[in-house]
């Protein structure tokens, strides 16, 4: 049984920093390209970032490249999301997936987490 388990959103105030973990198990994390995405209150499922089973390769969303940093550990079958300089706006429920392909598209991804909210205060 796969899982994927997020941690670390909260509450924290604008221009301040979280770090997100997503621990994965029942497969091979390291065939895997990780992604993490989010969900707004009444809005659609938004892709942030992806990266490629090796961790060579990374792809962002223009509205936090430059602020967020995705990482992973093939190890420790965990990936990762440093946010920094949060604003409002990257409020949300942020969840990560695991999918063959390196791809920015929701249908790529075969594996979802339960989603860890973030709330920026402003």
């Known amino acids: 049984q796969v899982q994927l388990v997020e941690s670390g959103g909260g509450l924290v105030q604008a221009g301040g920093s979280l770090r997100l973990s997503c621990a994965a198990s029942?497969?091979?994390?390291?065939?895997?390209?990780m992604a993490w995405f989010r969900q707004a209150p009444g809005k659609e499922r938004e892709f942030v970032v992806t990266i490629t089973r090796s961790g060579g390769g990374t792809a962002y969303a223009g509205s936090v490249k430059g602020r967020f940093t995705i990482s992973r550990d093939n190890a420790k079958n965990t990936a990762y999301l440093q946010m920094n300089s949060l604003k409002s706006e990257d409020t949300a429920v942020y969840y990560c997936?695991?999918?063959?392909?390196?791809?920015?598209?929701?249908?790529?991804?075969?594996?979802w987490g339960q989603g860890t909210q973030v709330t920026v205060s402003s």
């Open positions: 029942g497969l091979s994390f390291s065939s895997y390209a």
């Open positions: 997936a695991a999918g063959r392909t390196y791809s920015a598209a929701t249908h790529d991804y075969d594996y």
